[in-house]
């Protein structure tokens, strides 16, 4: 399994951003796509996650209702939008993939990780 993040960069507070995870390796049904970020000095924390087959999703209770995640099945693709964007959001975001039918917050649950794309949200 690799993924390729990407979509990171610089925004005003209050402004958006869409990531991308780009999949690929092998077919995705019966997986769970999330993202996770780190910001400097700070654990890697849960933001979002989705289950391939059926799209069920969980949020972090900070990012839920200004966050979105989507997969695009034609693509192989998993998207985090990104609004409302204040600068505690400010983090090198990872995507990260495993097998299973339900979508934990768990970091360890993930065993499969893409590079990190940086975001920063500026006051």
């Known amino acids: 399994v690799q993924l390729q993040a990407s979509g990171g960069g610089l925004v005003q507070t209050g402004g958006s951003l869409t990531l991308s995870c780009a999949a690929s390796g092998r077919t995705f049904s019966n997986y769970v796509m999330g993202w996770f970020r780190q910001a400097p000095g700070r654990e890697r924390e849960f933001v979002a996650a989705?289950?391939?087959?059926?799209?069920?999703?969980n949020y972090a209770n900070s990012v839920h209702g200004r966050f979105t995640i989507s997969r695009d099945s034609a693509k192989n693709t998993v998207y985090l939008q990104m609004n409302s964007l204040k600068p505690e959001d400010t983090a090198v975001y990872y995507c990260?993939?495993?097998?299973?039918?339900?979508?934990?917050?768990?970091?360890?649950?993930?065993?499969?990780w893409g590079q990190g794309t940086q975001v920063t949200v500026s006051s």
């Open positions: 990260a993939a495993r097998y299973g039918d339900y979508a934990p917050s768990i970091r360890e649950s993930y065993n499969h």
């Open positions: 989705i289950t391939w087959n059926d799209g069920r999703r």
